[in-house]
């Protein structure tokens, strides 16, 4: 899988400057671009990057939260004995993608539309759609899930702060 192919292929959608809002399917109640960042103050990461990467397209935000996100996902695979290698669809067995599940996760939030489909995602990894459905994609859905648990707290910070 190759993120930055992906990305250099993709305009990221974005907040308009001229608007100052944020998308109105992320945030019913249109708040501004500075409500939602006075709302995060106090709130510790990878919370608040969790919502700066959504919210405010923050890319700077990537690092950090492929970092955490990674190290929860190793947790999870630890704990959950993940197979540490699996046949990519030219026979090499090669390790479990942990990282490559972790940046589709991240890459999903700005590209849902491409990334949607098993098919998409299969080809990202290599590997057949049977494999991705079957065994990788329930792995990558626990990682996708945390994600938006984060986000899920952060919106709910924001809310709280702002009185919504």
């Not at 292929?9 to 001229?18: A, I």
């Not at 700005?110 to 080809?123: F, N």
Request: glycine letters at 4%; proline letters at 5%.
């Amino acid at each position: 899988m190759n993120p930055a192919r992906l990305v250099s292929l993709l305009s990221p959608k974005s907040v308009d400057p001229r608007r100052d809002q944020t998308d109105a399917s992320t945030s019913p109640s249109k708040w501004t671009i500075a409500d939602v960042a006075l709302g995060l103050a106090g709130l510790d990461d990878p919370y608040a990057a969790a919502a700066r990467y959504r919210w405010a397209r923050e890319e700077s935000q990537l690092p950090l939260l492929e970092r955490r996100l990674f190290a929860y996902a190793e947790e999870l695979a630890r704990r959950e004995s993940w197979p540490a290698n699996y046949y990519r669809l030219d026979g090499e067995r090669v390790p479990f993608a942990l990282r490559d599940l972790v940046r589709l996760a991240l890459l999903e939030d700005h590209y849902q539309a491409i990334l949607k489909s098993g098919a998409a995602m299969a080809a990202m990894l290599g590997v057949s759609e049977h494999l991705w459905r079957r065994r990788i994609s329930p792995k990558y859905e626990a990682i996708r899930g945390e994600l938006e648990n984060w986000n899920g707290i952060a919106y709910a910070h924001v809310r709280r702060r702002l009185g919504d």
